[in-house]
Nanobody, 127 residues
């Protein structure tokens, strides 16, 4: 049974930084597609970033490119999201997601590409 547990959310002023962590248990993330999504009330869950199998490649949403960095520490079985230059529009619940079974043709930006989800951590950016 895979579990993903996020931490590191909180309240920060615009222009500030936060680092989110996603600790995985049950399976090694070294063989997984790992991603971060975010959601605000009454809106669909939005792709933020992903680190592909093996950890060599990353993908970002245009809205966070250049400000956010996704990384993984396979030894700690943990994925991180470093968020810099935060804006009020980054306010959301952030979810970690993982997939150990690739579905051919499913884009890594799609939530359906991921099998397991964390419970979410709130990030609030004040103006």
């Amino acid at each position: 049974q895979v579990q993903l547990v996020e931490s590191g959310g909180g309240l920060v002023q615009a222009g500030g930084s936060l680092r989110l962590s996603c600790a995985a248990s049950g399976r090694a993330i070294s063989s997984a597609l790992m991603g971060w999504f975010r959601q605000v009330p009454e809106k669909e869950r939005e792709f933020v970033a992903a680190t592909l199998w093996g950890g060599g490649s990353t993908v970002y949403a245009e809205s966070v490119k250049g400000r956010f960095t996704i990384s993984r520490d396979n030894a700690k079985n943990t994925v991180y999201l470093q968020m810099n230059s935060l804006k009020p529009e980054d306010t959301a619940v952030y979810y970690c997601a993982g997939s150990w079974g690739a579905v051919p043709g499913t884009p890594v930006r799609a939530s359906r590409a991921y099998e397991y989800w964390g419970q979410g951590t709130q990030v609030t950016v004040s103006s």
